[in-house]
């Protein structure tokens, strides 16, 4: 192979290499399985937490919490989630912690 080709082989590799990184971030991101157990102790050191949507790159629903360094994918649909949640919601000073779903371009305002 030629010095023209091993460069032109160099920079196919090097496009690749930087197409997934572009893509990995985005995927590894997303829950890839929920547990539909929580414990308080948990949900007491909750710091923020999100909605993550079935639809796009992520194909599950999960609610994240994150504490400390951490993050946990939880099912929705779990009732000890939902109960915390809603006490946050009616919490006059929640320190930023309620889970709000995002709402889509395409969706409504």
């Given amino acids: 192979m030629g010095s023209t080709g091993a460069a032109v082989l160099a920079a196919t590799v090097l496009l690749i290499i930087q197409a997934s990184e572009a893509i990995l971030p985005v995927a590894s991101n997303c829950c890839t399985e929920v547990s539909h157990q929580v414990s308080r102790r948990l949900l007491a050191k909750v710091k ?3 909605f993550q949507r079935a639809d796009g790159v992520c194909d599950l629903p999960a ?3 994150h504490v400390h360094h951490r993050k946990f994918c939880v099912s929705p649909h779990n009732h000890t989630l939902k109960t ?3 006490t946050q919601k ?3 000073n929640t320190k930023g912690i309620i ?5 889509h371009p395409h969706e409504n305002k």
């Avoid at 889970?99 to 709402?103: I, L």
């Fill in 90 to 92: 009616n919490k006059k």
């Fill in 63 to 65: 609610v994240i919490l």
């Fill in 48 to 50: 923020r937490c999100h």
């Fill in 99 to 103: 889970c709000n779903k995002k709402k």
């Fill in 84 to 86: 915390w949640m809603e």
